[in-house]
């Protein structure tokens, strides 16, 4: 719809900004909710941070692990170089969701607070940002959907094809997102057992991920079997969010004396 | 005492490096990493002994994530479009 947004006559990607403000909304939920888990400003500010940073390096390296054979073709035809590949490479959410709780129980565990008060603080500001990130998407005409009479023409976007009605899957996953942030703001309202607030997001997310790539149309995204890379990642992060419901209190249970 | 004021030093300095090389491509990964060591030593240098160093290692090593972040997403943002198209067209091509 609109890739490029001109701000005092710069050019300024429309993807770019909408990700900028995604984060600004979710640090200041995360600040706003940090006392329900007794976390201390300076820690949550770095943790989300790093957690950012994280959540960058692991969405590239997971584009780039996805587009490799590609890369190699153009490094041996061009000269292309592993760095520039990094630099221009595009961001994969679940890469990013992985890098980011990576380095979020990294930057716990160095600055030595308390890592589940830390993840249930941050967790439920992940579909606001990823919700409003979308819409960013939707802008720039990324992760777009199937071809249907009543979708959207993306003609001026560089990634989506021209001239053809495509299903505005963004805008429905980024409605979808904000129902889930709602619900985790709400279960999030009071201190949770550790792995619970956690199990709430990787089975929301999951669930609305599995159904949503079935009306995606970008194949560069990555196909295996019957189903998409990111459907598989989701039925594993669904049977990891059930795990952290039901089977890990019960092995904190029997670790911690009583 | 010392170690305090090493941790202080030294995320002031990672801060400094970090906000530099944010504007330095393709340096931002650098910068990056560089702001992350330098925040996680502000964090336990302000905990350990508040004072104003420690205090401007934390800030400069925000900033110089921030930076890097948004360099680095503008970069992506543009070129990582252009990269999907392309991957995009070869795998059309086949």
Redesign the interface.
């Given at each position: 719809m609109f890739?490029v947004t001109q701000i005092f006559s710069v050019s300024?990607?429309t993807?770019?900004i909408f990700?900028?403000i995604g984060f600004a909304v979710g640090l200041l939920c995360a600040f706003l909710r940090r006392r329900i888990n007794g976390v201390r400003a300076?820690?949550l500010?770095?943790c989300l941070?790093?957690a950012?940073?994280g959540a960058?390096?692991g969405g590239?390296l997971f584009?780039m692990v996805q587009?490799f054979p590609?890369f190699l073709?153009h490094a041996r035809e061009e000269g292309y170089t592993f760095?520039?590949y990094?630099?221009?490479?595009?961001?994969v959410y679940y890469g990013g969701f992985i890098g980011g709780i990576v380095?979020l129980i990294l930057?716990a565990k160095?600055?030595k607070t308390p890592v589940w008060a830390m993840v249930d603080t941050i967790l439920p500001s992940i579909p606001l940002m990823h919700a409003v990130g979308r819409v960013g998407c939707f802008s720039?005409g990324?992760c777009y959907g199937i071809p249907c009479d009543f979708g959207v023409v993306f003609d001026a976007s560089?990634?989506a094809p021209h001239g053809v009605r495509l299903l505005p899957v963004q805008l429905i996953e980024s409605a979808c997102l904000l129902v889930l942030f709602f619900l985790m703001l709400h279960y999030g309202k009071q201190k949770r057992p550790p792995g619970k607030v956690l199990a709430f997001y990787l089975v929301g997310y999951g669930i609305i991920r599995f159904i949503l790539e079935f009306f995606r149309y970008?194949?560069?995204r990555g196909i295996y079997g019957a189903l998409s890379i990111s459907q598989w990642i989701s039925l594993g992060l669904i049977a990891l969010g059930a795990f952290f419901w039901f089977l890990f209190p019960q092995i904190k249970r029997k670790k911690t004396p009583a | 005492m010392e170690n305090k004021n090493t941790f202080a030093v030294v995320s002031l300095v990672l801060g400094i490096i970090a906000v530099v090389f944010a504007f330095i491509?393709?340096l931002q990964?650098v910068g990056?990493i560089c702001?992350?060591v330098g925040?996680?030593l502000?964090?336990?240098a302000?905990?350990m002994q508040p004072s104003g160093m420690a205090t401007a290692g934390?800030v400069l090593s925000?900033i110089g994530?921030?930076l890097?972040?948004?360099l680095?997403?503008?970069?992506?943002?543009?070129?990582?479009?252009?990269?999907?198209?392309s991957?995009?067209m070869?795998?059309m091509l086949g």
């Open positions: 890739p300024v990607s993807y770019a990700i900028v300076d820690d500010v770095a941070f790093i950012a940073a960058l390096i590239k584009f587009g590609v073709a760095l520039e990094f630099m221009d490479a595009g961001l380095f930057a160095l600055i720039a990324c560089p990634i970008d194949a560069i | 491509t393709p990964i990056l702001g992350i925040l996680v502000g964090v336990k302000r905990k934390f925000i994530i921030i890097s972040l948004i680095l997403i503008v970069i992506v943002a543009c070129a990582g479009m252009f990269v999907a198209g991957l995009a070869a795998n």
